[in-house]
């Protein structure tokens, strides 16, 4: 009886997944008409210089679009350097790599990007002369095991191939063999950082390579920022996994009034909306991540525990930036009620304000994408 019932299982998930793969691949049939007719109107075949960028596609095995901080600052980078094509010359193009699932266009953030995917390029762009890739960190590998020998002949008769990888996030980042992988198909390969922190000489000496910061679309002006009198008394936590989170959060239900929220299924209109009623985030993610930062620039105060890949040495004298989870434990219950008045609420909260409006600037921040395009990077 159990191995006619297992064998039963065994063939209705056979048909399930057999179902989900078949409208996968309808889906991706419109999909990929959509984007054909999109390439044709927007793009001219004859181009001589092309600026790629590449972001995953939809989320398996859901097959709904997932939005992430990583994906928004590619679309943000794409769209600052199609802005700029005076300077470089080039038309930009938003791709998914070979095999993901298709999306015409992000939906869960504001932008005006349509999305392609890398196979179009070799079919359509038959007279380059220069391409760049600007590729994220964790999908080197997989983009580099993805080619097709059409993508390699294109790649081959495109003249001067730049790919540039995206590190976004320093513990994604591959190792240096790797990268030097991509020497088989690119003659020239640079590396641009999201964060201060790795963006070093220490860094440059071990991949072996061209770096350059390009910072993030984070920015002051970009938010809604009030004060501790708007504000609710309610604790927004990053959806990140942590065996001390559950701990953590039945700690803070604790405090009377005191209302915690995990941030998930949210368009980030919506999740903005959220972080500019909170006076309080918490994150345990990569800590100088957005869910520390967006809500200091929307007025509140972020706790987080200090990562040395991420922070630098100035948020060490951040109180709300603790040394670890155990040292935040203990903690963060009375600092929050030492901070909870408007006089102290201020003056910690401007303190982190100003020490993030240092390394957050719009106008930096489009400096750099410049600079990377004039050739004049960071660490040569």
Not at 85 to 95: E, M, N, W
Not at 206 to 233: C, D, M, Q, R
Request: glycine share 4%; hydrophobic share 40%; net charge positive.
């Amino acid at each position: 009886m159990w191995l006619k019932l297992t064998e039963m299982m065994k063939h209705t998930y056979r048909w399930i997944r057999y179902a989900q793969e078949r409208r996968k691949v309808k889906s991706n049939i419109g999909v990929g008409r959509v984007q054909d007719q999109n390439l044709l109107n927007s793009y001219s075949a004859s181009s001589k210089k092309l600026i790629v960028f590449l972001v995953p596609g939809l989320d398996w095995p859901t097959g709904k679009e997932k939005i992430s901080g990583g994906t928004m600052s590619i679309v943000s980078l794409c769209e600052e350097t199609g802005g700029m094509q005076q300077l470089h010359g080039s038309q930009t193009i938003l791709c998914t790599l070979r095999g993901e699932s298709r999306l015409v266009k992000h939906t869960l953030f504001a932008n005006q990007t349509s999305v392609y995917r890398f196979e179009q390029l070799s079919f359509y762009f038959k007279s380059l002369q220069q391409v760049i890739i600007h590729v994220p960190e964790y999908l080197v590998s997989h983009f580099f095991k993805t080619l097709k020998p059409i993508d390699l002949k294109w790649l081959n008769q495109s003249g001067l191939v730049h790919i540039n990888v995206l590190n976004q996030n320093i513990r994604l980042m591959p190792a240096p063999e790797i990268l030097v992988c991509l020497r088989k198909i690119a003659s020239t390969i640079t590396i641009t950082t999201a964060h201060q922190k790795y963006c070093t000489q220490a860094y440059r000496d071990y991949y072996g390579f061209p770096l350059h910061k390009f910072s993030v679309w984070i920015s002051p002006e970009n938010y809604t920022n009030k004060t501790w009198a708007e504000k609710e008394n309610l604790m927004v936590v990053s959806p990140d996994q942590h065996p001390m989170k559950a701990k953590i959060i039945d700690q803070l239900l604790t405090i009377p009034n005191l209302t915690v929220q995990i941030i998930q299924n949210l368009t980030y209109e919506e999740y903005k909306a959220l972080i500019a009623r909170a006076k309080w985030s918490l994150t345990f993610g990569e800590g100088l991540d957005g869910y520390f930062i967006e809500p200091v620039f929307c007025g509140a105060i972020g706790f987080a525990v200090y990562n040395e890949d991420f922070f630098t040495n100035e948020f060490k004298a951040i109180k709300t930036v603790f040394l670890s989870f155990a040292d935040l434990t203990a903690n963060i219950n009375s600092m929050i009620k030492l901070l909870d008045n408007p006089s102290d609420f201020f003056a910690h909260q401007i303190l982190q304000f100003e020490l993030l409006s240092r390394y957050y600037s719009k106008e930096v921040y489009r400096d750099n994408i410049r600079k990377f395009y004039e050739g004049d990077y960071t660490i040569s």
